[in-house]
């Protein structure tokens, strides 16, 4: 059973900084993608910034200069490390995974439960 839990949401002012954190856990044999996703209500969950293996990082144009997304392979973990935030950042953010669990090297995705980020103004 793989499981991804995210980790390091809260409350912060604007202009502060958060570090979110998704540990990967369960039969995994290697990663190819990690990504983190954000959604506010009535809306459609959006890609933040995503981390593939032999890939540069990528990221979405409303954070760029202000996010950075990272990974620690050996410990199946991908981190968000958010600067600068704004009250337009606030969202439920999702860890979301494609791994190999298995010899057939076909990836399945995954999703985390989500962490909430709250940015006052």
């Known amino acids: 059973q793989v499981r991804l839990v995210e980790s390091g949401g809260g409350l912060v002012q604007a202009g502060g900084s958060l570090r979110l954190s998704c540990v990967a856990s369960?039969?995994?044999?290697?990663?190819?993608?990690m990504a983190w996703y954000r959604q506010t209500p009535g809306k459609q969950r959006e890609l933040v910034a995503a981390?593939?293996?032999?890939?540069?990082?990528s990221y979405a144009d409303s954070v760029k200069g202000r996010f950075t997304i990272s990974r620690d392979n050996a410990k199946n973990t991908v981190y968000l490390q958010m600067n600068s935030l704004k009250p337009e950042d606030t969202a439920a953010y999702y860890c979301?995974?494609?791994?190999?669990?298995?010899?057939?090297?076909?990836?399945?995705?995954?999703w985390g439960q989500g962490t909430q980020v709250t940015v006052s103004s």
């Open positions: 369960g039969s995994i044999l290697s990663i190819n993608t």
């Open positions: 981390f593939s293996s032999g890939a540069r990082p």
């Open positions: 979301n995974a494609d791994l190999f669990v298995d010899t057939r090297r076909i990836p399945y995705n995954y």
